[in-house]
């Protein structure tokens, strides 16, 4: 294609390029490195026998870092989840101080920024020990092997203060991929480890078809299911509702200016992939707090209730998407901001009054298309997951796995396709209409 040619003529986008790659090689080399003190092969016997389990769930999640006990085992969660408080604690206006921080710039961004690494850190404390104690109880006083056998205090510690440095040099280096490279860094590194599995995934699924565990036909029908679901997600991802915009003329000098039509563009899934990382690493939650003490009755119990396939988990991880658009959308929009936007230059929504009745009628729409937006990405995270456990068909490939992979993929495409049109180049799409999650008000 001309604009892969195109990509490498540009030096600036070559180098950033380049730098994704070379960090998430990074972030992949680390995942492959198992603590010392593991043993592996029970380790590997256990996420065998878990697939369907949340631990399998969360492995996927990490690019096989958990199964494996690598450096990145915790991966980005913690950071994600500490991200996902301090939005809500702003959201809520609990701290004045936070509130007075949002209000001075980027000097308030940046230090509410390291609030959330510091909070990142006791995150990744906490969860490292829990991820560790469970660990060593794992496989205690079973006929199989111990993961670790005749834990030390000094194992405690070590274990501990890899797993929260691992966490740590993750999120700094998601941090460096999202400022010198191309698209979210922290996506970036959960899609890397997403798709890192992929060769493995599809070489255990040619296994199981030439052995007869599962027949050609239902192969061609999952790779068919994929498929469709790839090309679903693309449709609604791109997807907008486009509210039409008229401008006034008006008069500068002796020229007369304004008097166009064009129109304000509304993703139906605004917030992609957020929704759904948020969702996952939020559900992680119970998992962490049951590690502590994996053989006491509640936390079976807990395990129990929270599997990846039970009935409360679904309900509550569709809960939590519908949940998170909604936040998203309402933190990332304001409607009354494009209204004023719209009345400064001259413009309003035909039949529509300027100003509240304009943001009024932004928020009206927005809603309807954020709740057919939630609706449409829950169905894709928990459906194939369902027909996957009703019909015992082993898959890698969940559906948060590919809303995560196919939504992150869209988003670098069109940071991309950014800086070739800004450059005057021919885009990925036709006309160079870009499809990113940003966009302006203005004539």
């Known amino acids: 294609m001309q604009q892969i040619t195109d990509i490498f003529k540009i030096q600036d986008l070559k180098k950033r390029i380049f730098f994704v790659l070379g960090a998430l090689a990074v972030y992949r080399l680390g995942a492959s490195i198992p603590i010392p003190g593991i043993n592996t092969a029970a380790l590997q016997a256990i996420f065998e026998a878990q697939k369907g389990s949340i631990l399998g769930f969360l492995d996927i999640f990490s690019g096989g870092a958990l199964s494996r006990f690598s450096l990145f085992s915790m991966g980005v969660m913690p950071y994600i989840n500490a991200s996902i408080i301090m939005s809500l604690v702003q959201g809520a206006h609990i701290f004045p101080m936070l509130d007075r921080l949002q209000k001075e710039g980027e000097s308030g961004r940046k230090k509410i920024t390291q609030f959330t690494r510091y909070f990142t850190l006791f995150l990744a404390a906490f969860q490292s020990l829990g991820l560790t104690i469970a660990l060593t109880k794992m496989g205690a006083g079973g006929s199989g092997p111990q993961i670790v056998s005749n834990p030390t205090l000094g194992f405690y510690f070590v274990t501990v203060l ?6 740590m040099f993750v999120m700094w280096l998601g941090e460096q991929v999202t400022e010198r490279g191309i698209g979210n860094g922290i996506s970036l590194i959960i899609f890397a480890g997403i798709v890192g599995e992929l060769p493995s995934a599809v070489m255990g699924m040619i296994k199981l078809v030439q052995v007869d565990e599962i027949s050609l036909l239902s192969g061609l029908l999952i790779l068919s299911l994929v498929f469709a679901i790839i090309g679903f997600v693309i449709w609604v991802e791109t997807a907008q509702r ?11 000098g002796r020229k007369m200016y304004g008097g166009a039509s064009t129109f304000l563009p509304l993703k ?3 917030s992609g992939v957020i929704a759904v990382i948020f969702a996952v690493s939020l559900l992680s939650v119970p ?6 003490n994996p053989n006491a009755a509640w936390a079976q119990k807990l395990m129990s209730y929270m599997s990846h396939t039970s009935l ?3 309900a509550a991880y569709v809960g939590l998407i519908i949940f998170f658009c909604y936040f998203y959308n309402s933190v990332s929009i304001n409607p009354k901001d494009l209204a004023e936007n719209m009345k400064k230059w001259g413009g309003f929504i035909p039949g529509i009054r300027p100003g509240e009745p304009t943001a009024s009628h932004i928020e009206w729409v927005m809603n309807r298309i954020t709740l057919g937006g939630a609706i449409f990405v829950s169905l894709i995270a928990v459906l194939p997951d369902y027909l996957r456990a009703k019909f015992n068909v082993p898959f890698y490939f969940g559906g948060t796995s590919l809303l995560i992979v196919v939504g992150v993929a869209l988003d670098t495409i069109a940071q991309t396709e950014a800086h070739l049109v800004m450059r005057n180049y021919e885009g990925f799409y036709k006309n160079s209409k870009i499809k990113g999650r940003w966009f302006n008000v203005g004539t």
């Open 268 to 270: 139906v899934d605004q």
């Open 287 to 292: 998992y962490t707090i049951g590690s502590f």
């Open 242 to 252: 486009k509210i039409p915009v008229q401008y006034a003329q008006r008069m500068v």
């Open 162 to 167: 890899t797993l929260v440095t691992g966490t």
């Open 312 to 314: 409360l988990y679904q």
